[in-house]
DNA sequence: CCTCTTGTG
DNA sequence: AGATGCACAAGAGGC
């Protein structure tokens, strides 16, 4: 069955050749042909955009611009032809999608990874991503989908995800031909964008970092997203019962003190309720024509009137069972009992990694309520929870960039880095150093990786603009080198329009010359904070290589489960504790060879609260 | 779809 | 005069 690229919404149809695959031979045909290849492109159809919980309905392949083949293994509708068995299909393609002398391209391809393993078929020799590639050519967010990508590079517009659907619920009650249009080019484009995009990386000296780092971590993360966590759903239903009760309490005694119930979740009824009818002092008038409500105001306004605790304590409350028990709760996969999150290597415009559905890289740690949210992170029976975190390692890049000799000698002897600052900004001896100004420090220490103004420093430590002011001279005169680094990054990004991490990832910035101050100041900053957080989600990247590695090679059932940025999670059982902890310890200490040494602190638990 | 708010590193 | 610390995800409200 050929289609002849008859497709609904190509403005600019290729001239390509499609088939279907729907019988034994046709399939055999066909193997036989990627037997021979080199290079195969993969897209896979299925029910869910969740890999975890998709179920799989065809498979695309293309080796040859302008040919590919789908094969439907689950379409259900009315007068749907036989389809080739799921299993044999699996089998059959296992020989050239396992062999890891066939590479093979995808767009998004961890996605196909994960539902293709999750039936029993582990692709080998993942060799190119497109939408990575797309990525690390410009690290923006939100432009490297296939459909956006062919029209931009190749001035072909596809049918749209929502355009071959409609109002049907999954692409298994779509019509064969027409899904075989469909899937044949996505198949199809991929393999074209991999031809224009593979000669740009080099070009660009982007293919040590895409070889080696960005694609063989495609397996890691989706590993990690198969593993899931498991989380302790009897407590999470409790605390979420817990929490209704608190906050149903708490809004009673608001509308009390306030005289009058209103949706206490608005900010604007808030305001109203606060400023206006209250009378209360607020700060200034948001865009919108409201006042702020933030915590910020809220704990200003504390002493002046008795409704403010009990919104401060609403809100903390509120946000716990809103923002994150009760999403926790539905996350948990029917099937397996865990939480699978998705990790984004295209999420961020620094190269960290992003997480969502649900994101698990911002569960709440800092007050006891959320603390109780932490420990619902478990573990199976038998295992624990080991925690690896690296300390303090955006300054040790920055201490390793600067050379700042003040900072490469308080690591290299082990100081506690806050401390040494706060022993420059006060010029007083360690022994006379107080929490207080050891705080100062930390916030002056963050500052500077994120380009701090006066007035932010001001802010983050309740001084007046000029203490700040005095203090950020003081640290740029004590730390010589810090402040040629960042002399030089800023004079580099305006010279050349870029800035670059250790391992040649770039990041556009666009107005680093502006005339328009504000634009200006904010891309000074951001091409302050690139290299350091951008090195830094490579040196943990590289250490998620390792020790993924390690563990397949030492035949572990240890699971790596979750990366916070500078932390790690395992679930290990008790009898693999000691060598985890000696391997996560060791690969993510030595993932680099840096001008300071890096640092772990491995923990270990029943569940992340007490790992942590 | 945008704004406000708040959770993490 | 007015803005003024990096990187995110997500829920709620409201247009």
Not at 180 to 194: P, Q
Not at 378 to 391: M, V
Not at 407 to 419: M, P, V
């Amino acid at each position: 069955m050929t289609n002849k690229l008859s497709l609904v919404g190509c403005k600019k149809p290729y001239h390509a050749n499609y088939k279907t695959i729907l019988t034994e031979n046709e399939l055999d045909n066909l193997v036989k042909q990627m037997a021979k290849q080199k290079e195969i492109a993969v897209d896979t159809e299925t029910t869910s955009a969740s890999p975890t919980r998709a179920g799989l309905v065809g498979i695309s392949l293309s080796f040859k611009e302008g040919e590919a083949y789908y094969i439907p293994v689950a379409h259900k509708y009315l007068g749907a032809p036989k389809q080739p068995d799921f299993k044999s299909v699996l089998e059959r393609l296992k020989p050239v999608l396992q062999s890891p002398k066939i590479k093979k391209v995808g767009q998004n391809i961890k996605y196909d990874y994960i539902v293709l393993k999750r039936a029993g078929l582990e692709i080998k020799d993942m060799n190119f991503d497109t939408m990575i590639a797309s990525y690390l050519l410009n690290p923006i967010r939100g432009e490297h989908g296939l459909k956006y990508l062919a029209l931009k590079h190749l001035g072909y517009k596809m049918l749209s995800f929502q355009e071959l659907v409609g109002d049907k619920r999954t692409i298994a009650e779509i019509e064969i031909e027409k899904v075989t249009g469909y899937s044949c080019d996505d198949a199809d484009f991929t393999l074209r964008l991999k031809n224009k995009f593979s000669p740009l990386l080099e070009k660009e000296g982007l293919n040590k970092i895409f070889y080696e780092l960005e694609i063989p971590l495609i397996s890691v993360l989706a590993d990690m997203e198969i593993n899931g966590v498991k989380v302790n759903k009897k407590e999470l239903d409790y605390l979420a019962e817990e929490l209704s009760e608190n906050t149903e309490t708490l809004s009673r005694q608001i509308y009390g003190l306030a005289g009058e119930t209103f949706n206490l979740n608005s900010p604007r009824q808030l305001s109203d309720i606060l400023f206006e009818k209250l009378k209360l002092q607020s700060g200034r008038k948001s865009k919108t024509g409201y006042y702020s409500t933030s915590s910020f105001v809220l704990e200003g306004l504390k002493d002046k009137h008795p409704i403010i605790a009990n919104i401060i304590e609403y809100r903390n409350l509120a946000k716990l069972k809103d923002g994150f028990v009760v999403p926790l709760i539905r996350a948990i996969n029917p099937k397996t009992g865990r939480i699978h999150t998705s990790f984004h290597q295209i999420g961020t415009t620094t190269g960290r990694l992003a997480s969502s559905g649900p994101n698990l890289q911002n569960i709440p740690i800092r007050t006891e309520k959320a603390k109780e949210i932490r420990k619902v992170f478990t573990a199976e029976k038998g295992n624990f929870i080991l925690s690896a975190d690296y300390s303090q390692i955006e300054l040790r890049i920055m201490a390793h960039f600067s050379q700042d000799k003040i900072l490469i000698r308080a690591f290299n002897e082990g100081k506690d880095i806050h401390t040494e600052t706060a022993k420059y900004l006060f010029n007083i001896p360690e022994n006379k150093i107080t929490s207080h100004e050891r705080r100062k420090a930390k916030a002056v220490n963050f500052g500077i990786i994120y380009g701090i103004s006066p007035y932010g420093l001001a802010q983050s430590i309740g001084s007046d603009e000029e203490t700040a002011k005095n203090i950020i001279d003081t640290y740029f005169s004590t730390h010589v080198q810090v402040k040629q680094f960042i002399d030089k990054i800023l004079a580099d990004a305006k010279g050349k329009g870029f800035v670059k991490t250790l391992f040649g990832r770039k990041r556009e910035v666009k107005n680093i010359n502006s005339d328009n101050k504000t634009l200006r100041l904010q891309a000074e900053r951001e091409a302050i904070n690139t290299p350091i957080q951008g090195t830094a989600a490579e040196v943990i990247k590289l250490a998620m290589l390792k020790i993924h590695r390690k563990l397949k090679e030492e035949n572990l059932k240890t699971k790596m489960l979750l990366q916070i940025h500078d932390e790690l999670l395992f679930e290990v059982p008790k009898s693999e504790i000691e060598q985890v902890e000696k391997i996560a310890k060791g690969c993510m200490e030595n993932a680099v060879n840096l001008s300071i040494p890096l640092k772990v602190a491995v923990n270990i638990g029943e569940n992340w609260l007490e790992a942590h």
